[in-house]
């Protein structure tokens, strides 16, 4: 038996044209692939690939919290564009906006490309939920939840992974424990929990 608390997350690809098959999803395959990467606990994912319908997002985000995900992620339609109605329908649903993690995400999109401020990601709480929307490039997904590292691998910017965890915990969520080389988890000294054996 795992020593670490066993954890549910939502994983959802909003796209219009993924989810009509005009081309294969990426957004699902990267959140998986580097969730799995960063984290020690033992992950069951809940895969929704859907399209950029605003009541369909706010449905889909509901029935993933009602499903018991402490944390769902979605990647997809934070533009501007006139189809992008992911933050339109993630604060509908939501008990309290987050608005430190879209902050972050777009300051490390900013190292990269100008028209990171044109990206419009939120996050919010629902219920004991966390729920981030992400950007929509499988390698800005990586870049905003690890942040940014100098050539000898030290952090120079945190991703907003880091505080995933501890604001999982301070609304009743499992313990999430990350693996430092992806993404070190910050918590305050009171909130660590000794090592389990």
């Not at 369909?56 to 995900?69: H, K, M, N, P, R």
Request: glycine share 8%; hydrophobic share 45%; proline share 6%.
């Amino acid at each position: 038996m795992s020593v670490h608390d066993a954890v549910k997350i939502g994983i959802v690809s909003i796209s219009d044209r993924a989810s009509c098959g005009v081309y294969e999803d990426k957004g699902l395959p990267a959140l998986q692939d580097w969730l799995t990467r960063a984290l020690h606990n033992p992950v069951t994912f809940e895969a929704r690939l859907i399209a950029d319908e605003q009541a369909t997002i706010s449905q889909t985000l509901v029935e993933l919290v009602d499903a018991g995900c402490s944390l769902v992620l979605t990647t997809g339609g934070t533009g501007p564009a006139l189809r992008d109605v992911t933050p339109e329908a993630t604060l509908a649903v939501a008990d309290k906006e987050m608005p430190g993690f879209g902050e972050q995400m777009r300051q490390i999109s900013l190292k990269f490309v100008p028209t990171a401020i044109l990206s419009r990601q939120v996050a919010v709480i629902r219920g004991q939920s966390l729920i981030i929307n992400l950007p929509g490039q499988p390698k800005a997904i990586a870049e905003t939840l690890e942040g940014l590292k100098d050539a000898s691998g030290q952090q120079i910017v945190n991703g907003i992974f880091a505080a995933v965890p501890y604001c999982i915990d301070l609304i009743g969520g499992p313990y999430l424990e990350t693996q430092d080389a992806v993404c070190k988890a910050f918590r305050p000294k009171n909130a660590i929990r000794a090592p389990r054996v």
